[in-house]
C-alpha cells in the first residue's frame, strides 16, 4: 500500500484587504481562529482540531499558537497592513494566540474581548406542591 504523502494546499487569494478582523474563539475543548474582513467575510479559518490536535491537546495554548501561525500565512498573503482583534471565550489559548501575534510584527489597531458573562443568574426553583 502506497504511503500518504501531505500535499501543501496553496493559499487561493480572491482579493486584497488592508484591514482585516482576526477573531478568536477559545473554548475549553477547542480553539478557533477566524480571518474575516471589516464586513464579516470570511478569508480564512483554523481550528486545533483541523490542524491535527485530537482530545485534550486542542485545548491547549500551544494548539492555539500553530492556529493562529496557520491563518497568519492567509494575513500575509492578502497583504493586510492592519488587524482587529477580537477574543472571545475563557479558554488556555487566549495568551499564545496574543503571543503569536506579537512574533508575526502585526499592527493592531484594538483588541476587543466580547467573552459573555451570566447576568441575572438563573431563576430559583418552583415551590413543590404536595
Same mark, same amino acid.
Given at each position: 500500500m502506497p504511503k500518504k504523502t501531505a500535499l501543501k494546499k496553496k493559499i487561493k487569494i480572491k482579493r486584497k484587504v488592508p484591514i482585516v478582523r482576526i477573531c478568536l474563539n477559545a473554548a475549553f475543548n477547542n480553539s478557533i481562529v477566524t480571518l474575516t474582513d471589516l464586513e464579516g467575510k470570511v478569508l480564512a479559518w483554523s481550528s486545533a482540531g483541523h490542524q491535527g490536535f485530537k482530545g485534550a491537546k486542542k485545548s491547549t495554548p500551544f494548539a492555539a499558537q500553530r492556529v493562529t501561525e496557520a491563518v $497568519?500565512?492567509?494575513y500575509k498573503a492578502i497583504d493586510a497592513n492592519s488587524a482587529h482583534l477580537v477574543i472571545k471565550g =475563557? #479558554?488556555? #489559548?487566549?495568551?499564545?494566540? $496574543?503571543? =503569536?501575534i506579537q512574533n508575526a510584527n502585526i499592527s493592531v489597531e484594538s483588541i476587543n474581548d466580547v467573552t459573555g458573562f451570566p447576568f441575572g443568574g438563573v431563576s430559583a426553583r418552583k415551590r413543590r406542591r404536595v
Open positions: $497568519l500565512e492567509t =475563557a #479558554g488556555m #489559548g487566549r495568551d499564545s494566540f $496574543l503571543r =503569536a
